[in-house]
């Protein structure tokens, strides 16, 4: 674990070494590159492995108290480490909010991504351009009282939260996990992130921007879902069939968090994607006709 400039912040960064393939890993929202771990320790040990804790989660800097984030500004700090520390193979794995900034950068930069894994993340929800301006006076209302995180006793605390939330998670994970989630502030524990996070942003979601990224990514491209999550959208079908060569894997008793329910399990089917085989159990077929989600 380190720190590492990009794009003008400094970013922690966990690190993994191996040899000239790179494996970068961005984390989903509220989430830090820390609980890759669990999965990393199941992988081939000679992949390159980089999980940054992305602006303002975890242990990074956050911005400035007249910013904001946006997902372009996500982006920028991938490209910056990318170009910084990436080696001469790039696969990258994105979950959830990740999986959106990995399918943006997937679509830039095609020709600089060997293979590509989404984990539950192909963009946020669509959303109603008429609630346009409803939503600038929420988000300038929010960000003007951001309120305080929630405390917890203690680092178990914070372990049962995550527990109570992700039934497929395992006690002991849970208690590393909370460690990287949450921080001890004395006489409490709160979660890292920037509470900034917890803001809804001033633009709707338009699904039609996003498209045009996901035609372009020409690589070999995984998508892992799992049966139990919440993240089931009526367009995800026809977002999934926008990217080319794909294939799916579809874990019937899994959560949104499948990095963390099911490390082992995925580490496997990963490391068989960047050896250049394909995982065990994918779907068959019209793959959205025979998986819901």
């Known amino acids: 674990m380190r720190r590492v400039p990009a794009s003008g912040l400094d970013l922690n960064l966990f690190e993994w070494e191996g040899g000239d393939t790179t494996l ?59 170009r910084a520390h990436a080696r001469a193979r790039l696969i990258v794995l994105g979950h959830s909010m990740g999986g959106s900034i990995a399918s943006l950068y997937a679509g830039a930069w095609a020709d600089e991504v060997d293979r590509l894994v989404l984990v539950e993340g192909l963009g946020p929800m669509p959303e109603r351009l008429e609630d346009s301006p409803e939503r600038m006076r929420r988000w300038v209302r929010e960000l003007g009282a951001p309120g305080e995180g929630k405390r917890y006793a203690s680092q178990q605390e914070v372990a049962d939260s995550l527990g109570r939330r992700n039934r497929g998670l395992e006690a002991e994970l849970a208690w590393e996990l909370a460690g990287h989630l949450a921080e001890d502030r004395g006489d409490h524990w709160t979660w890292r992130h920037d509470r900034r996070h917890r803001t809804r942003g001033p633009q709707p979601y338009d699904p039609s921007r996003y498209a045009p990224f996901l035609s372009s990514i020409t690589c070999p491209t995984l998508l892992v879902t799992g049966g139990r999550s919440w ?46 085989g394909e995982p065990d159990g994918l779907a068959q077929g019209d793959i959205d006709a025979n998986v819901p989600g």
Request: aromatic share 10%; glycine share 10%; hydrophobic share 40%.
């Open 24 to 82: 970068l890993l961005l984390h989903g929202y509220l989430d830090t590159g820390g609980t890759f771990g669990p999965m990393v320790r199941h992988l081939d040990p000679g992949l390159h492995v980089l999980a940054p804790d992305m602006r303002g989660h975890g242990r990074s800097q956050g911005i400035s108290a007249d910013g904001y984030y946006h997902f372009h500004d996500y982006v920028r700090d991938v490209r910056a480490l990318v």
């Open 231 to 276: 993240y089931r959208y009526p367009d995800l079908p026809e977002r999934r069939r926008l990217v080319a060569d794909r294939r799916r894997l579809h874990w019937p008793d899994c959560g949104h968090m499948v990095h963390w329910e099911r490390p082992a399990e995925l580490a496997a089917a990963v490391s068989a994607f960047v050896a250049g």
